[in-house]
Nanobody
Framework: QVQLVESGGDLVQPGDSLRLSCAASGLTFDSYLIAWFRQAPGKEREVVSSISTGDGSTYYSDSVKGRFTISRDNAKNTAYLQMNNLKFEDPATYYC?????????????????WGKGTLVTVSS
């Protein structure tokens, strides 16, 4: 049974940093692209970042580029999202997801497995 478990969400102030973790089990982790998504109340879920297998190439949405860094440790079956300079527009539930073969249909990323999310809140 595949499980993705996110952790690291917290209440922080603008400008603070957080590191989210995504611990995976039940799959051959280094064969899966890992992506982080977020969903704020009343908004659609959006992809934030992804990291591929092999060369570990990365993708960032424009809203987080330069502030967030995705990484993975295949030996630990864990992916990370380092979030720096958090802003008022960043609060959301953050989800990690995995896919063996990424398909993007109509702008929607089709992922094979999802975690249950971790909450990030930014408040002064």
């Amino acid at each position: 049974q595949v499980q993705l478990v996110e952790s690291g969400g917290d209440l922080v102030q603008p400008g603070d940093s957080l590191r989210l973790s995504c611990a995976a089990s039940g799959l051959t982790f280094d064969s899966y692209l890992i992506a982080w998504f977020r969903q704020a109340p009343g908004k659609e879920r959006e992809v934030v970042s992804s990291i591929s297998t092999g060369d570990g190439s990365t993708y960032y949405s424009d809203s987080v580029k330069g502030r967030f860094t995705i990484s993975r440790d295949n030996a630990k079956n864990t992916a990370y999202l380092q979030m720096n300079n958090l802003k008022f527009e960043d609060p959301a539930t953050y989800y990690c997801a995995a896919t063996y073969n990424l398909e993007i249909v109509g702008g929607t990323w089709k992922m094979d497995y999802w975690g249950k999310g971790t909450l990030v809140t930014v408040s002064s």
